[in-house]
DNA sequence: TTGTAGGCGTTATCAA
DNA sequence: TTGATAACGCCTACAA
């Protein structure tokens, strides 16, 4: 391996005046300047990051912790971000962290070895925060999870208020003269976002005075394809009398609507299905997904303001609400009034 | 930050004597690791990497270079290569690369860096192994991609055999009575693997005496919906008498067929369209995409063990082939005979 | 079984 | 403008 001592073995310089060309500091000749780089080139030299990072040093480097390698909504969020960051004199550091993995760890364990000046989680479970999170001292915003109830000075939010937005996807569906309405969610005891959107539709039900049948029509799957595939027939063979369904993310609604196809029922004739997230392929695939459209561009903006601000100003946490859309779609349709 | 010394000190014993716990060495009086253990939870101390890599040891990492945060294939193969290195004394490194980057240097980096016992390489652009490559110097893998022509003794690699592949899907496609055949693929400057579907496919048309004009019915789009969505556009406008699309990738097939749609022709029944790759989604898809499966757990397991066994016994390159399956669907339907 | 000391590659401080 | 040197946190010979 190339080391700033061989370059500087070969310029005839010190290590010191290498680093300094390096670090594009000022203070070095032209001349030295040029031999070092000119060498550095030669040679490939790329400067090793384990040792950089030995001394803390604030890094100008913004964390990223992504939950869930392949959620669409955070890779369009995390292009966002990116390509807002080049604007700045701010590097990121991204990691993909597990659906199941603790990111107030990966936190610490990157605050220890990249000393970054503040993270953004796109995604997190809560109660990873509960405890632990003390020990991460750099401002914080957690996008797309409402942290509101967070104890914690240093740890912003921005997100969508996730009780209206399926609150406003059940309203949708009972404006369409839909009254028998099936959901597909996440587990409402590990996923606190499932929970609020949960709730959101339970509102709704009860503000139309609507029926809902807590036991029966709400079925429990992971956010994949074939997950909410057999959620939608374990839900289906439960409710049989069902016209509509909310699955909690658009991917849910896309298993959902093969499933109830696999059963030769017609969406949106037979059941009608909305989604949320309005991910990329809601509006590709057939019927186009009715779906709560989140604005990632938005969610990404604020947030990465948000956490500049909070750097350079040091303020205190904000929890901000990003407005949804409602997306129609044609997943969804109306139904005759009954007779 | 808590560091060995401060375990060390708390602990009464020396910073030797906290690493050896800390890597479970097993010349530690009992004594000693149980006291040094409830220290190290007690402060919730982790060990700093950037400093425990600096010494280059071997470090029993296997790291993997993703190309493309999107790509579900690799979604499927890594997640698949997970679960098998989990019965194994290795830890695995992910890194997520753009589509663009250049994975050789990232590799030379993370090689630096990480110092691994080997890596695998999920897709890649050839043309960055030309130069460069040579300064990797562990056994190393090219999953997905076709590695023969590259003169490494340190690279194998494990692949569909595209060309092939796409020469089964033109065939498919005529045996299924089509003749004007249209193709949506990646640029064939770029993609090594396009050209290689390309060769596939035209070689196809030769074997069956089908004209194939290479300038009006190829066109070229990125691997996204809405790329493939205009390019199928472009290919329809220019080439009205097509009856199959050949998409070198389901993402692009969902892409084509929804361009279809909006130009109100039908799919299979007016157009039918040939996916590529096999994606958990194509099965979920309306219709069900009729595709060239990659099969991604022989593609994630032969990858694997060629690795383990190029580390252990530091045997050369090996290029192998896995076969691949053709998945009928619902996108591709028999053309009637023409009168 | 434990401790001491030196080194990994880089940057920062201070002196020249 | 440059160079010598001391950290940074950890691991590992080697010595005890």
Same mark, same amino acid.
């Given at each position: 391996?190339?080391?700033?001592?061989?370059?500087?073995?070969?310029?005839?310089?010190?290590?010191?005046?290498?680093?300094?060309?390096?670090?594009?500091? =000022?203070?070095?000749?032209?001349?030295?300047?040029?031999?070092?780089?000119?060498?550095?080139?030669?040679?490939?030299?790329?400067?090793?990051?384990?040792?950089? &990072?030995?001394?803390?040093?604030?890094? *100008?480097?913004?964390?990223?912790?992504? *939950?869930?390698?392949?959620?669409?909504?955070?890779?369009?969020?995390?292009?966002?971000?990116?390509?807002?960051?080049?604007?700045?004199? $701010?590097?990121?550091?991204?990691? $993909?962290?597990?659906?199941?993995?603790?990111?107030?760890?990966?936190?610490?364990?990157?605050?220890?070895?990249?000393?970054? #000046?503040?993270?953004?989680?796109?995604?997190?479970?809560?109660?990873?925060?509960?405890?632990?999170?003390?020990?991460?001292?750099?401002?914080?915003? !957690?996008?797309?999870?409402?942290? =509101?109830?967070?104890?914690?000075?240093?740890?912003?939010?921005?997100?969508?208020?996730?009780?209206?937005?399926? %609150?406003?996807?059940?309203?949708?569906?009972?404006?369409? %003269? &839909?009254?028998?309405?099936?959901?597909?969610?996440?587990?409402? *005891?590990?996923?606190?976002?499932?929970?609020?959107?949960?709730?959101?539709?339970?509102?709704?039900?009860?503000? &139309?005075?609507?029926?809902?049948?807590?036991?029966?029509?709400?079925?429990?799957?992971?956010?994949?394809?074939?997950?909410? $595939?057999?959620?939608?027939?374990?839900? !289906?063979?439960?409710?049989?009398?069902?016209?509509?369904?909310?699955?909690?993310?658009?991917? #849910?609604?896309?298993?959902?609507?093969?499933?109830?196809?696999?059963? %030769?029922?017609?969406?949106?004739?037979?059941?009608?299905?909305?989604?949320?997230? %309005?991910?990329?392929?809601?509006?590709?695939?057939?019927?186009?997904?009715?779906?709560?459209?989140?604005? $990632?561009?938005?969610?990404?903006?604020?947030?990465?303001?948000?956490?500049?601000?909070?750097?350079? !100003?040091?303020?205190?946490?904000? &929890?901000?609400?990003?407005?949804?859309?409602?997306?129609?779609?044609?997943?969804?349709?109306?139904?005759?009034?009954?007779?």
């Amino acid at each position: 391996m190339v080391t700033i001592r061989d370059i500087a073995r070969e310029s005839g310089y010190s290590v010191s005046t290498v680093s300094r060309v390096l670090n594009n500091r =000022r203070d070095v000749s032209p001349d030295a300047r040029q031999k070092i780089e000119a060498i550095v080139a030669a040679r490939h030299f790329v400067p090793n990051n384990n040792a950089r &990072h030995m001394r803390c040093v604030a890094s *100008k480097t913004i964390a990223v912790l992504v *939950k869930g390698t392949f959620n669409l909504l955070f890779a369009s969020i995390l292009e966002e971000i990116q390509s807002m960051v080049e604007n700045t004199r $701010y590097t990121l550091a991204v990691s $993909y962290l597990d659906e199941e993995a603790n990111e107030v760890e990966q936190a610490q364990i990157v605050c220890r070895e990249r000393n970054p #000046m503040g993270i953004l989680f796109l995604g997190g479970n809560l109660e990873y925060f509960q405890e632990g999170f003390e020990e991460v001292d750099v401002p914080c915003v !957690l996008v797309s999870n409402q942290g =509101r109830e967070l104890p914690f000075s240093n740890l912003s939010s921005v997100a969508t208020d996730d009780k209206a937005a399926a %609150g406003c996807a059940i309203d949708y569906l009972i404006a369409q %003269g &839909h009254e028998k309405i099936g959901i597909i969610g996440g587990d409402l *005891k590990l996923s606190y976002t499932s929970m609020q959107r949960y709730i959101g539709c339970v509102d709704s039900f009860r503000v &139309h005075q609507v029926e809902f049948d807590e036991k029966r029509c709400f079925e429990k799957a992971r956010f994949s394809y074939d997950s909410a $595939y057999r959620a939608m027939k374990r839900l !289906l063979a439960r409710c049989g009398d069902i016209t509509a369904v909310f699955a909690m993310s658009d991917v #849910m609604a896309i298993g959902a609507i093969r499933a109830l196809r696999d059963l %030769g029922l017609g969406v949106p004739e037979d059941i009608s299905v909305m989604g949320f997230d %309005g991910i990329t392929l809601a509006e590709f695939y057939n019927p186009k997904l009715a779906t709560i459209q989140q604005q $990632y561009q938005t969610l990404a903006s604020r947030s990465l303001e948000l956490l500049l601000k909070s750097i350079d !100003l040091n303020t205190s946490s904000i &929890h901000e609400i990003v407005p949804f859309k409602l997306v129609e779609g044609e997943s969804v349709i109306k139904r005759p009034a009954r007779l």
